[in-house]
């Protein structure tokens, strides 16, 4: 009898063992660059949510997307993969998707109803070949211009519409003794004001002509002229504080009234609101002077490919954790950014947004970013010229345009 | 002949694990780095053969060529510059003067920080609005302007400044200590002579100082290099491309632009530039025979 008993407790015992691991959360290490006060708040969201569906999020966040990307390939290339890491949305993790290293996310996807809520445009941009290989998580967009409503009404401007009126504006403003322009001294801001010359006053087809074709002749076209004179005269309206400066701080000197205009993508709002203001109303918003077309980018999360069974669980549970309706809306309103599902409330958005999302509507006011269509070789050196001739007051709009001329003719 | 023989493979035998490593780790990988650098790689290593291309592509690169001649600009100021204001410091520090203790430990102090502090002082230091410029100006010369930082064709000189700051002190403490081994007895002879104290030093003290001038010049070469985090921090490459430096070229490359191919040969460029310049020394130093030896 008591070797009964004994062999009952045992097997208790074992059963307990076992059913330990099956009765535990499902971990998942995500690998993520959100380290900001308003980006860690957002991706708060994601842990609380995937933790509340019966999940472990291990946070595992590195500060800048180079370094958080570099640590995350160097993981999966030497076999010790995170059960998900971040990208942007875009080209960044095709010769992953290409190497096979990247797990297929179609069973969630159909079991989700992707096809029912993503754009056309992001569902093209994290699949390959037919394949879901990425969650789309949001949607920032670069081409905004910021501006100080109370500067400006001071100095009797209205809020520009075209370019024109912004350079008589900004013009007005440097009279008045104040950077008529805030702009930041990193080569990513250069490129990024350069991108929205190309949208507002090239417009939307001799962008995807540049960027989706690789189309030379539209480069050496008298509209790209056009684009790279722009450019080139704006370099007369940042003040000589730049070099150094980062991009907050250039939407803090708008905020703060000490500069008119900044150009910055719809992440600027963060600053703005950090300052106890409204977007849309103390700091005025235009989305893209000029041509209003909405620039299409934002982050997607990948899950590599792995044998584990509760890795492969966490990651399906992870997956399909981001893009409940609820999980999107508590998530974008912290980031800053919009829904990437369609059909969830949007009416808690601010005044930007709402112009947003106007835009994002009509599927010829918005153009995918440059990061979808171009490789990061391509991108980095059109970012080497664009920030030299930025840099360099004695270069010329033609030769900007035939240095671009020669990426493209290049990588073709 | 037994012991001598037992000797040399007992040797061999400890020096085993140094050689392995030697092969594997250093010229395995500088091997695998220069087969990558043939190959049309981007994130990964593929082994798809270009041949030169990615060298074409290099040498074609406004980038790569900025950044080299701006080594070679950083790397003559620095070590020149360096190597002056060392000696300059030292020859100070060895006229018996009083608080000696703490004048070293000042000038040598920049050389405890990191490259990327100094980079950041030397930033906020030399922005146009809020360092040296805006002060003078708040001085009430409001004409003065000092904004080497915010000009493409200055920034590198005020990234090699920068370095001369940090690294002089090093020098100073090698020459100093090399001062403090010049012989008293000659300096009697060179009074006695009634020799200028210049031309002592000229003369005499700078070519028994020579080995101690040869070391510091090593260390500041190696430093020139692999220049990296002082540019990072300081002006990150700006204005524009106007301060690239091969290392950032490189890690651009491998880790931002998912280039391996192009980024190994320019890393394969840099080891063989290296190699050219210390094949002489090394020549010198290590194969020919000194003449009376045999």
Redesign the interface.
């Known amino acids: 009898m008591k070797h009964f008993t004994k062999a009952l407790l045992g097997a208790a015992a074992v059963v307990a063992l076992m059913a330990g691991p099956s009765v535990a959360a499902e971990k998942a290490e995500v690998i993520h660059w959100w380290t900001s006060g308003g980006e860690s708040a957002a991706v708060k969201v994601f842990a609380d949510q995937f933790n509340a569906a019966g999940g472990e999020w291990v946070d595992a966040a590195i500060a800048g997307g180079?370094a958080a990307?570099?640590a995350g390939?160097n993981r999966i290339?030497g076999g010790n993969p995170p059960t998900a890491m971040q990208f942007n949305t875009g080209k960044?993790f095709e010769?992953?998707v290409a190497?096979g290293l990247l797990g297929n996310l179609d069973d969630v996807a159909k079991a989700d109803g992707w096809d029912k809520f993503l754009s056309p445009v992001l569902t093209k941009a994290v699949s390959r070949d037919g394949h879901f290989y990425a969650v789309p998580v949001n949607i920032h967009s670069n081409n905004w211009l910021w501006y100080n409503a109370a500067l400006l009404e001071a100095n009797k401007i209205e809020p520009p519409k075209t370019w024109d009126e912004l350079f008589a504006a900004m013009d007005k403003l440097k009279a008045a003794g104040v950077i008529p322009m805030a702009q930041s001294?990193?080569?990513w801001t250069q490129v990024l004001l350069f991108n929205d010359v190309i949208l507002g006053v090239g417009g939307r087809d001799l962008f995807m002509k540049v960027f989706q074709d690789g189309d030379v002749d539209a480069i050496k076209s008298p509209e790209f002229l056009k684009v790279t004179e722009t450019f080139g005269k704006l370099r007369n309206y940042g003040?000589?504080?730049?070099?150094?400066r980062q991009w907050n701080q250039a939407t803090g000197l708008v905020v703060s009234g000490k500069a008119g205009f900044n150009f910055m993508g719809d992440w600027a709002k963060g600053e703005v609101i950090a300052a106890g203001m409204t977007p849309g109303k103390e700091v005025g918003c235009v989305p893209g002077i000029g041509h209003q077309v909405y620039w299409i980018g934002g982050d997607v999360f990948v899950f590599p490919k792995t044998d584990n069974a509760d890795a492969q669980k966490a990651q399906a549970l992870l997956a399909h954790t981001m893009l409940t309706p609820e999980t999107q809306v508590a998530f974008n309103a912290k980031k800053g950014s919009v829904p990437v599902r369609g059909d969830v409330d949007m009416s808690k958005l601010d005044a930007c947004a709402q112009a947003g999302l106007k835009l994002l509507a009509d599927p010829n006011a918005s153009v995918p970013g440059s990061d979808f269509l171009q490789?990061?070789?391509v991108l980095?050196?059109l970012q080497?010229?664009v920030?030299?001739?930025?840099?360099?007051p004695s270069q010329t709009p033609e030769e900007l345009q035939a240095?671009i001329a020669d990426i493209f003719a290049?990588s073709n | 002949m037994k012991p001598r023989f037992f000797r040399f493979w007992m040797a061999q035998v400890a020096l085993a694990p140094a050689w392995l490593i030697v092969i594997f780790a250093y010229i395995g990988t500088i091997l695998w780095t220069i087969q990558i650098s043939f190959t049309s790689s981007k994130v990964f290593p593929v082994s798809n053969y270009v041949g030169f291309s990615q060298y074409t592509r290099l040498f074609g690169s406004e980038r790569w060529i900025i950044s080299v001649q701006n080594l070679a600009i950083f790397g003559v100021i620095f070590i020149i510059g360096c190597l002056v204001l060392g000696f300059l410091l030292a020859v100070f520090l060895d006229q018996r003067i009083r608080a000696e203790s703490m004048f070293r430990t000042i000038f040598l102090y920049p050389y405890a920080l990191s490259f990327i502090v100094t980079g950041l002082v030397w930033q906020w230091t030399l922005n146009p609005t809020l360092g040296i410029q805006q002060t003078v100006r708040n001085w009430g010369w409001e004409s003065f302007t000092f904004d080497w930082l915010s000009r493409g064709d200055r920034a590198i000189y005020v990234i090699a400044l920068a370095g001369m700051w940090q690294a002089s002190g090093l020098v100073m403490a090698i020459l100093l200590a090399g001062l403090r081994g010049v012989d008293s007895e000659l300096w009697k002879a060179a009074k006695v002579d009634g020799i200028p104290t210049w031309r002592v030093y000229v003369h005499i003290v700078i070519p028994i100082l020579a080995p101690m001038f040869a070391t510091a010049t090593v260390l500041l070469a190696t430093a020139v290099v692999k220049v990296y985090d002082l540019v990072v921090a300081l002006t990150n490459g700006g204005p524009g491309i106007s301060t690239e430096v091969p290392a950032k070229f490189v890690i651009e490359y491998l880790f931002q632009r998912q280039n391996l191919g192009l980024a190994t040969a320019a890393s394969t460029v840099m080891m063989i530039t290296v190699l050219c310049v210390l094949a002489p020394w090394l020549y010198v130093q290590y194969f020919r025979q000194p003449r009376s030896a045999h």
């Open positions: 180079e990307r570099a390939i290339v960044q010769d992953l190497q001294g990193d080569a003040d000589e504080g730049q070099q150094g490789t990061p070789d980095g050196s080497d010229v920030g030299q001739f930025w840099t360099t240095k290049s």
